[in-house]
């Protein structure tokens, strides 16, 4: 495996749920902690500390020691700066990635409902950084050119080492944590020709958060419950467990064709339960509409909330 030398302090090894936060503006990262949601930022300001900006820069600078440290000093003095819930603002939880992966058909039933061979590699597809979205974000749906719209909610892994020719052994050690998204979709766009993009790529189809946990805080990313409501209704209920290809499978095969850096995200596919599978007829489907609320949840990554207009 060729990868970047291990720093002392790795995000891994924080056991942490970080935001990126939008406060006053800007960019700031943020540490959910037993007395609420610290402004990391902030706090390393008042504490005269150095700190990373955001989730970029804590990601692709390496800076896991300094978020420590911060913490550290806070819980020990009077610097903390915690930001009220009423006045939290989720900004996607990472801004600039190189690379947004996707994988299609991962999961058997969903192969299956939609009709789809059970694929003998992993399917792989792209996103780009206009696609980004957060928590508690809306989707403005381009009813112009499609309006067969589509919910994947989908465990999103966030590299947090720069790699090369990862062993399915040493797969998860290249990981910084997990997080909970939504691979949007516009289905009659995806489906005008064999390749997906067209449908996978208008603004903000690709939220996620809002919280990136940490990889020591996960046991088995492979053994976590998956489910998306609409308007309150239960759509999709399943289990990381059920993927074709799991997440070691998935970051050795990508990692065998491209170099991966710190910050690149992968959405790792859907369960069973999308519109796209229904068997009823198309036009009677009760595709995402404008005033809809999607939310997102995985066991252990929280609720990832967005709406439709």
């Not at 969903?110 to 996103?127: L, N, R, S």
């Not at 020709?193 to 996620?208: L, N």
């Not at 999308?274 to 999607?294: E, F, H, N, S």
């Amino acid at each position: 495996m060729q990868t970047d030398n291990q720093h002392a302090t790795e995000v891994a090894d924080l056991g942490l749920r970080l935001a990126n936060l939008r406060v006053k503006g800007e960019l700031t990262l943020a540490v959910a902690t037993s007395q609420g949601v610290l402004d990391v930022c902030a706090t390393a300001a008042a504490l005269n500390l150095p700190a990373p900006r955001d989730m970029d820069d804590l990601l692709q600078n390496c800076r896991a020691a300094e978020v420590s440290a911060v913490l550290a000093a806070a819980a020990h003095g009077t610097g903390a700066r915690l930001i009220p819930p009423a006045a939290l603002s989720f900004a996607p939880l990472v801004t600039r990635p190189e690379k947004i992966i996707c994988v299609g058909f991962n999961y058997r039933d969903h192969a299956e409902e939609t009709q789809t061979p059970v694929p003998k590699a992993p399917p792989i597809f792209g996103k780009f950084n206009n696609t980004l979205n957060h928590h508690r974000g809306t989707i403005v749906l381009p009813t112009a050119v499609d309006s067969e719209f589509d919910y994947e909610t989908e465990l999103v892994i966030v590299f947090g080492r720069r790699c090369r020719g990862v062993s399915e052994a040493d797969a998860l050690d290249v990981v910084a944590g997990y997080a909970t998204g939504n691979d949007f979709s516009a289905r009659r766009l995806q489906n005008v020709t064999s390749q997906f993009m067209a449908g996978k790529t208008s603004d903000g189809f690709a939220p996620v958060g809002p919280w990136l946990v940490t990889r020591n805080n996960i046991a088995d990313p492979n053994a976590l419950r998956i489910q998306t409501r609409v308007n309150g209704e239960l759509r999709q209920d399943g289990t990381t467990r059920d993927m074709i290809f799991n997440c070691r499978q998935l970051i050795q095969y990508v990692s065998s064709f491209m170099t991966l850096q710190p910050g690149d995200i992968l959405f790792t596919g859907t369960p069973q339960g999308v519109i796209w599978g229904q068997k009823t007829p198309r036009a009677t489907r009760r595709w995402l509409k404008a005033g809809d609320q999607v939310v997102s949840s995985i066991e252990g990554l929280g609720e990832l909330q967005v709406s439709l207009c």
